[in-house]
């Protein structure tokens, strides 16, 4: 299997900061475009691809993005391997709880952080599976170059989405890192998913606020397409911080 991974952290045209942060294995983006190649018959598994979205309008949120994502990318390289599914998800519904706690814990010792949240949307390679751990408003697409279609594999954890409330806020936003009291993650497995040749897009809403699926889709396939979305994204007002990674699949080199 191999991967090849392009991704860019942008901090669009209104903002002044940026609260984003892209993960690839160990290294991390923010305000700046990387393109990885990958050959896992010479790269050790477990790996993640991720992007982190320090909640707007929250204290520190630069400081609590890179917090989730210096911690999960420590969780990924201590995972022991050839572990069943079940205990892939304890062992991260344990680590987020951690995280979680850790940044309530350093909002509340320090007033300058105290409310400081962050979203997570994660691909790890694990073995020969794959799976999606996926926490806030960050976003999971799969792209079948087969049939030229664009899916969401991730849900918003919004009132309106997990509540099937059309009339809340879609910005309200119920589960993150250090939002709340208790924090949940979703996980799941998409490994039947994926074909060769496929695209995982992660990314965080400052492109899909900007952009409908239907032009993520357009622009996603073109040369360079992790540029042109974002690209397009602050053409269109950049009114947020604009993240995301493109994952083209290859099961075969």
Known sequence: MNLVIEAISDKGVVRTTN???????????RNTAKRYEFDFSTYEHPFIIAVADGLGGHKSGAVASEFVMH???KAVNQL??????NIVRSYFNATSKTIHDCILDEGNADENKK???????G???????IYLLHVGDTRIY???THKNQLNR???????QELNGNDGALKTAIVNAFGANKDIFIDFNEITHKLQDTDLL???SDGLTKELPDEEIAKHLTLPNGYLKLAEEANRLGGNDNISLAVVRYMKYW
Do not use: Q
């Open 19 to 29: 609260e984003d942060l892209v993960l690839v294995g160990n290294d991390t983006l």
């Open 71 to 73: 911690n999960m990318a």
């Open 80 to 85: 022991p391997l050839n572990l069943t599914k």
């Open 115 to 121: 409310g400081m949240a962050s979203t997570f949307s």
């Open 123 to 129: 691909a790890l390679f694990y073995g020969n599976k």
């Open 142 to 144: 799969h792209y079948n």
């Open 153 to 159: 594999l991730s849900r918003d954890h919004s009132l």
């Open 201 to 203: 897009l992660i990314c």
